[in-house]
Every structure is written in structure tokens, then in C-alpha cells.
């Protein structure tokens, strides 16, 4: 059983760094495509980056594009979420999810397993 497990997220001041890092289990990692989505109380799952399962390919939101940047260790079977540069418009809850592809996408219901998610507060 594939699963996914999220840590990193925390409080930080606007301007300031995180990453956060996906650990998984129970699957062949590099066959897996891997995206970090976050849902704000109110508004819909949005997709923030994706990484193709060889990681030769990356995508991001047009708005953290710049600051945020993904990345994967397969010897480790973690992808990460490093994030510059946060603005209070960050705060979410943050997903890791895996998909049994090439590429991921940046639609939700493309992916096949999820993590719990982890809480991320930018303050003003």
C-alpha cells in the first residue's frame, strides 16, 4: 500500500523560507509522477508544482512561480517543497500526491494517492 507522508509545514513570517518533504512507501518511487497541491479554507485544492517521475520536467503556479522550487530524491524516495519568499496568500494546507505516470498534471483527480497534508502559516 502506497503511502505518502508529509512534514515540514510550520508558522514563519511573510518573507521567510520553508520546505517541506514527502516520504514515500509501499511503491517504486521513480515510477511515480509527484505534485504538492494546497487547499485554503474556502477555496478549492490548487495544484502549486509538479515533478515528472525521471524529474526532468517541471511545472509551477503562476503564482509561486520563482519562489517556490520541487525537487525529488529517489535514493530517498522524498520529493520536497522548498519555498522563498512566503506571502500570507501561502497559507494553506499542503498535499503531496503521486501519480502512476510520466507526468503528473495539475489536475487533483489525476493522482492515486495522497498525504495527510501539512499546515503552513505565513503571518503579516
Known amino acids: 500500500q502506497v503511502q505518502l507522508v508529509e512534514s515540514g509545514g510550520g508558522l514563519v513570517q511573510a518573507g521567510g523560507s520553508l520546505r517541506l518533504s514527502c516520504a514515500a512507501s509501499?511503491?517504486?518511487?521513480?515510477?511515480?509522477?509527484m505534485g504538492w497541491f494546497r487547499q485554503a479554507p474556502g477555496k478549492e485544492r490548487e495544484c502549486v508544482a509538479t515533478?515528472?517521475?525521471?524529474?526532468?520536467?517541471?511545472t509551477y503556479a503562476d503564482s509561486v512561480k520563482g519562489r517556490f522550487t520541487i525537487s525529488r530524491d529517489s535514493a530517498k524516495n522524498t520529493v520536497y517543497l522548498q519555498m522563498n519568499s512566503l506571502k500570507p496568500e501561502d497559507t494553506a494546507v499542503y498535499y503531496c500526491?503521486?501519480?502512476?505516470?510520466?507526468?503528473?498534471?495539475?489536475?487533483?483527480?489525476?493522482?492515486?494517492?495522497w498525504g495527510q497534508g501539512t499546515q503552513v502559516t505565513v503571518s503579516s
Open positions: 500526491a503521486a501519480k502512476d505516470a510520466r507526468y503528473g498534471g495539475s489536475s487533483a483527480r489525476g493522482y492515486d494517492y
Open positions: 509501499g511503491c517504486t518511487f521513480s515510477s511515480y509522477a
Open positions: 515533478i515528472s517521475r525521471s524529474a526532468s520536467s517541471t
